[in-house]
Nanobody, 115 residues
Framework: QVQLIESGGGLVQAGGSLRLSCEAS????????MSWHRQAPGKERELVAH????????TYVDSVKGRFTISRDNAKNTVYLQMNSLKLEDTAVYYC????????WGQGTQVTVSS
């Protein structure tokens, strides 16, 4: 069955960095676009970054442009989100999502940025 398992979240000071990983199983990762989303307390879930199946097209929400980088290693069945220059407002639960005919979500990983 399809599984998406996020890891790499944690507590970090403002200005610091974290690297999130999304390990995929149960399907061929190279066939699907993948995205990272986040949900802060009291707010709606928002798209953070998206990468096409080959990695040839990448998009980011404006608030993370220049700070976050999405990438993928199809051979390792893993999608990454490198987060640099973290801000307090980046605090959220971060989710990995598989697009396509049926969407799947991971369980999420908490990122907390402190001052």
């Amino acid at each position: 069955q399809v599984q998406l398992i996020e890891s790499g979240g944690g507590l970090v000071q403002a200005g610091g960095s974290l690297r999130l990983s999304c390990e995929a199983s149960g399907f061929r990762l190279s066939s699907y676009g993948m995205s990272w989303h986040r949900q802060a307390p009291g707010k709606e879930r928002e798209l953070v970054a998206h990468i096409t199946n080959t990695g040839g097209n990448i998009t980011y929400v404006d608030s993370v442009k220049g700070r976050f980088t999405i990438s993928r290693d199809n051979a390792k069945n893993t999608v990454y989100l490198q987060m640099n220059s973290l801000k307090l407002e980046d605090t959220a639960v971060y989710y990995c999502r598989r697009g396509g005919d049926v969407e799947y979500w991971g369980q999420g990983t908490q990122v907390t940025v402190s001052s």
